[in-house]
């Protein structure tokens, strides 16, 4: 059974988030302040943690930059927040993930599912899959229903990057730095383009991807 950790101050949220938590089988504890959850986590490491960041006593990004400092928990923001700054810098910090109050149950419930895939020991898939196409990373071959697909080199290190953290959020200046070099973290512009490339090749329905997903103004993500 998986700890969840849910950090927040607000009352009727941690309920909403326990009742539906533990009717799902997760085991869950709850913190109302940034020391109380770095106490919390300190004592008896959760499995993923849920973090406000408008807490009453420390910054979530102070809390966000304890929890790094002790362990790779993943974490996933849940904020009031809406700018692209903060989720940017929230990421930056160390966060996992973030969604936006208010949020859809179903969606945090996927999102955390995907985190927690991520643990040591947990069973991953064989081989991705992107709609009809299977991706072997090892060999660097696509496999769809009519034979190979074609990627060229920075698709394919655009799309390594991607699979290698299916369900996180990877901000778009962690891909510009890693597939241009730091030189280029800030032409955005260049993921565009070649995200749209990679749909067209990959997705069933490009206009309305469901794995290869923008966030905009933020990053992409896979989602398997």
């Known amino acids: 059974m998986s700890e969840i950790l849910i950090v927040d101050d607000e009352p009727a949220l941690l309920r909403t988030l326990r009742i539906n938590l533990s009717a799902r089988a997760y085991a869950v504890r709850t913190a109302a302040s940034g020391g109380e959850a ?4 300190a004592h008896t490491a959760p499995d993923a943690v849920l973090l406000d960041l408008g807490l009453p006593d420390l910054d979530g990004m102070e809390v966000i930059r304890g ?25 930056d910090a160390g966060a996992d993930d973030y969604l936006t109050k208010p949020f859809l149950m179903e969606e945090l419930l996927a999102r955390l599912r995907a ?17 009809d196409h299977t991706v072997d990373l090892a060999a660097t071959t696509v496999t769809g229903p009519h034979g190979p697909v074609r990627l060229t080199p920075t698709e394919w290190r655009i799309l390594a990057l991607l699979l290698a953290h299916p369900g996180r959020l990877v901000p778009g200046r962690q891909i510009l730095r890693e597939v241009w070099g730091p030189a280029q973290e800030g032409r955005g ?8 490339g990679l749909r067209r090749k990959l997705e069933r329905d490009p206009a309305r991807p469901r794995h290869l997903i923008t966030e ?6 896979f989602e398997p």
């Not at 770095?38 to 986590?41: I, T």
């Not at 905009?216 to 993500?221: D, L, T, V």
């Open 189 to 196: 512009n260049y993921l565009r383009v070649y995200l749209a």
């Open 38 to 41: 770095l106490d919390r986590a």
């Open 67 to 91: 929890l790094r400092r002790r362990s790779a928990v993943p974490i996933i923001v849940l904020s009031g927040r809406c700018d692209a700054t903060d989720k940017v810098n929230a990421l």
């Open 115 to 131: 985190v927690l895939r991520r643990l040591p020991g947990a069973t991953a898939p064989a081989a991705p899959v992107i709609g």
């Open 216 to 221: 905009p103004g933020i990053g992409y993500r």
